[in-house]
């Protein structure tokens, strides 16, 4: 159709742009009932997470299988479970130093470290909650437990409870942001202090 500026043309222009826009919705609806059925059923309907890929199956179609990388992010969150690693930031510098991420400092992944450590997809579950699907096992492979997953949430509410993450960790002062004061029960700093000639850690 040769569209114009004349009423005729106006009107068949606006009807020809809504048929478009129903169909847009229309087909997005049907994706989004296709993907909340599969998560329904137990299975990751969205692109691979971390540590995983998606594998075509000849029985459950395309579905989250570990990969090496798996097993690094294993050993971190079992670090942070056990108190291998203390804080976020020593997981992330495990985790850069592995290969695991590689474009960013450790300081700049301490939040997807968080994210990570709070979803339940890696202990074998499917969740999520924008489209109102509920915590149900999932038909993927976990690479940790529950348990060691409930034990990270603790630890998780612990240090994210009412305290400031330490960006600023260097190899110089390792135990800063670590220890604290018996009296105060502040935390003690470290710093280089500037001298007549050179400067002294203190």
């Not at 090496?68 to 291998?84: S, V």
């Not at 203390?86 to 474009?103: H, Q, S, T």
Request: proline share 4%; aromatic share 12%.
């Amino acid at each position: 159709y040769k569209f114009d500026d004349t009423p005729e043309g106006m009107f068949v222009e606006t009807v020809l742009a809504a048929g478009n826009e129903l169909e847009r919705h229309q087909n997005r609806r049907q994706v989004i009932q296709k993907q909340r059925a599969r998560l329904e059923l137990g299975y990751w309907s969205f692109g691979a997470k971390k540590g995983y890929d998606m594998v075509p199956h000849p029985e459950h179609g395309k579905i989250s299988v570990p990969n090496k990388e798996a097993k690094i992010l294993k050993e971190a969150l079992e670090g942070f479970a056990n108190g291998t690693f203390v804080r976020k930031i020593d997981a992330c510098k495990f985790l850069v130093e592995k290969g695991f991420w590689k474009k960013q400092s450790p300081e700049k992944y301490i939040d997807k470290f968080t994210q990570i450590v709070r979803d339940p997809f890696l202990a074998g579950f499917i969740e999520y909650p924008a489209w109102e699907v509920s915590r149900r096992v999932g038909k993927h492979q976990a690479i940790i437990s529950l348990e060691l997953y409930e034990i990270n949430q603790k630890r998780l509410g612990k240090l994210d409870f009412g305290k400031r993450i330490r960006t600023d960790i260097t190899d110089e002062f390792p135990l800063r942001g670590l220890l604290a004061c018996s009296d105060c029960e502040s935390h003690i700093t470290a710093g280089w202090i500037k001298g007549r000639n050179k400067k002294h850690p203190y």
